[in-house]
């Protein structure tokens, strides 16, 4: 009776390994097919809805982009609520600038730095992290921080649904999450800072109240740095494509950042007159 016991147990054990859905993929598995399907992207054309918090309150806009990847090339143009303002990178004159039709006063078109105050103001990032590389960098790098922990930071939430679009959710939390105390170097900025760590700068500039984002430290100066990119991130990935559909970044305080791709075309096809001031759709 034994040996039948133990024969039948070995059965189901064997029938149980070999009908494993091989489809089923762990957190990290599923990340890493992030990783691998945007970086066969040439070319994008997405509507973006970014929601951050500034001065503690939330600041929403919508955006149509077009983006080349290679090189960088983008067109954006605001749907809500500044309707009508437009921004193409790089300037058609001037490769570190970038072409601004504000679409109100003072009613020319700006050449501005990307960098610069005018286009930073009330905004977590630059126009130059557009579509999912800057995303994606910031995943991978954590991958590669927490490599020997990675399964047990990543939770699998399964699947749901966001505007018609089946997705997975899996989010990122890090329990250790916290500030350190920083001692500027030679030569560093918040940031070079932000770069060189893959941190969230405007992060940085908020723990940091006596520095402003367009402020300069120096050598000496003690800051408060965050130990990660974020203490959680909330990561929608479409099920057929394993492209990023919304992401959601927070910190100690709750919801930081927010990021929605919407009716998101992967490689369109993209003529070299959609990058320059002279395309007809535009109004600069």
Known sequence: MMKS?????????????????????????????????????????????????????????HFSIKIHRRPYKIYLKELAPNTGVEVLYPHPLDEKKALVNPNGFPWVNLKL???????RKDQHHTILEGGYDYVVSVMEYLFYKHKDGISELLNDHGTGNLNGQPCEIISMVNPNFTYNDHVVKRGESISSIALKNRLNEYMIYEKNKGVSI??????????????????????????????????????????FEKYEFRNVEINPQLSEEEFSDGYTAYSF
């Open 5 to 61: 016991h133990f024969w039948l147990v070995t059965f189901f054990a064997i029938v149980s390994l070999n009908f494993t859905d091989p489809s089923k993929k762990s957190a990290p598995e599923k990340v890493k097919q992030v990783f691998e399907a945007t970086r066969n992207i040439e070319t994008l054309k997405y509507e973006l809805i970014r929601s951050e918090r500034i001065n503690g309150s939330y600041v929403e806009n």
């Open 214 to 255: 367009f402020g300069q430290v120096k050598e000496g100066d003690i800051i408060q740095l965050p130990s990660d990119y974020a203490a959680k991130m909330v990561l929608f990935i479409d099920q057929k494509r394993q492209i990023p559909l919304k992401l959601e970044v927070y910190d100690e305080q709750g919801l």
């Open 113 to 119: 730095d990307p960098n610069g105050e005018l286009m």
